[in-house]
């Protein structure tokens, strides 16, 4: 794996690789199968490439707005059956997002969907687009770690095709935790879905019944 910052590799590791916190490896311990596996907010691909490991036959999807991070996560997946998109997932509305530079872990925090100082623009693609291209009548298995932007994911329009998903693993950003939309996906979700909430919120495991 090329990652361009070794202490952020790290804590990647540890979050994926040994803490399982999306859950994959437990899903593929208990033999659970996935045709797709969507990544928001690959990174360099450590998810990725692990899903890929585990599910050589799925077919792997990842989301990755930063440009400085995709040229890694494009030669990581090289091997598999990865299409990468350098695009943030956005409301239909918006088919540009802006982003700040997070820190020392290179990556991008979602700002707004307005130009602001310091910011920088970033093409988009809508969560419906991603699901009828590649999850539509397949089992799908999405996690999502995209710095504030899931917040284009958990809306109302979004929920004929997260019912749809067998497992979704996210990690939820403090400005959505309590947000009323969030709310209200969740609570037709638990209509079809169990849902696991995991270190006092931060990370939610949602399964098909």
């Not at 691909?45 to 494009?74: D, H, K, M, V």
């Not at 329009?157 to 309590?178: C, G, P, V, Y």
Request: glycine fraction near 4%; aromatic fraction near 12%; charge should be neutral.
């Amino acid at each position: 794996m090329k990652d361009p910052n070794r202490k952020h590799a790290c804590y990647l590791k540890k979050e994926i690789l040994i803490h399982d916190e999306y859950g994959i490896k437990e899903q593929f311990k208990k033999g659970t199968q996935y045709d797709v596996v969507l990544d928001i907010g690959a990174n360099v691909g450590w998810f990725a490439t692990l899903a890929a490991y585990l599910y050589p036959t799925s077919q792997i999807i990842c989301i990755e707005p930063n440009s400085r991070l995709f040229p890694f996560l494009e030669e990581n997946l090289l091997e598999f059956n990865a299409i990468c998109y350098l695009k943030a997932i956005a409301n239909p509305n918006y088919s540009v997002l802006h982003f700040k530079d997070a820190g020392d872990d290179h990556g991008l925090s979602f700002t707004s969907e307005v130009f602001l100082p310091g910011t920088t623009p970033i093409s988009t693609m809508s969560f419906a687009q991603l699901f009828l291209t590649h999850c539509q009548e397949k089992r799908c298995f999405l996690k999502v770690d995209c710095e504030g932007g899931e917040k284009a994911i958990f809306l109302p329009e979004n929920l004929t095709f997260l019912s749809q998903i067998d497992f979704m693993a996210f990690e939820l950003h403090k400005e959505i935790r309590n947000s009323s939309l969030l709310n209200i996906c969740l609570s037709e979700l638990r209509k079809t879905h169990a849902i696991i909430s995991l270190h006092k919120g931060r990370i939610l495991h949602i399964k098909k019944y």
